[in-house]
């Protein structure tokens, strides 16, 4: 679902359009993003793409044993330099990430991020896969996580080291049930049973 930004209305610029959205009763649990100037609406995830995200997260705090990382599920915007303002659903940083940060997207530049997220729904699933696949590599993420649900797969993709910015194929295709490395400073294997 999208709707477009609107015109000749007091909400005329995109951001107020998108803030309005964000915060209408009648949307209550939807996660609006903007993607390209325009705004696109999720609908509220369903339990099982929660619990997904709820048992990533669960392994992070398990595994940063010296409190280095921080962990953002859901909720918080990311402002890149394309213009875009996206919801991962899931962000991992060093702890001191977004330190000063007050605004509801905060901008990805200089920020210590080692890896987002998506979980993947079918009406969210393409836009996982492309449009924020090329968003996230544009900003300079190293690690970006897939986790299908729909094909029972993760897709770890992480930047080249020749500074490009564009994700080639994944690292790792690691199919549910089977273990899954993360890379430093994460460290750690997921085992991706839990997801499905």
Request: hydrophobic share 40%; proline share 9%; with cysteine.
């Amino acid at each position: 679902m999208s709707a477009p930004p609107v015109d000749d209305s007091p909400l005329d610029d995109v951001w107020a359009a998108l803030a309005h959205v964000e915060h209408d009763p009648a949307l209550a649990g939807f996660r609006a993003e903007l993607l390209d100037g325009v705004i696109f609406l999720s609908p509220p995830p369903v339990p099982d793409h929660e619990r997904i995200i709820g048992d990533l997260a669960t392994e992070v705090v398990l595994h940063d044993s010296k409190r280095e990382l921080r962990f953002w599920a859901g909720g918080s915007g990311l402002l890149t330099e394309s213009g875009s303002g996206v919801r991962p659903d899931l962000i991992v940083t060093d702890k001191d990430a977004f330190s000063g940060a007050r605004g509801e997207y905060n901008p990805v530049a200089g920020e210590p991020i080692h890896l987002v997220v998506e979980v993947t729904s079918p009406s969210t699933r393409d836009q996982d896969y492309h449009r924020k696949r090329q968003i996230y590599a544009e900003a300079g993420i190293p690690y970006y996580l897939i986790i299908d649900r729909q094909q029972r797969v993760c897709l770890l993709h992480r930047l080249p080291d020749d500074g490009s910015r564009a994700y080639g194929e994944p690292v790792a295709r690691v199919p549910f049930g089977q273990a899954l490395s993360l890379p430093e400073p994460l460290s750690f294997e997921v085992d991706t049973a839990q997801f499905g």
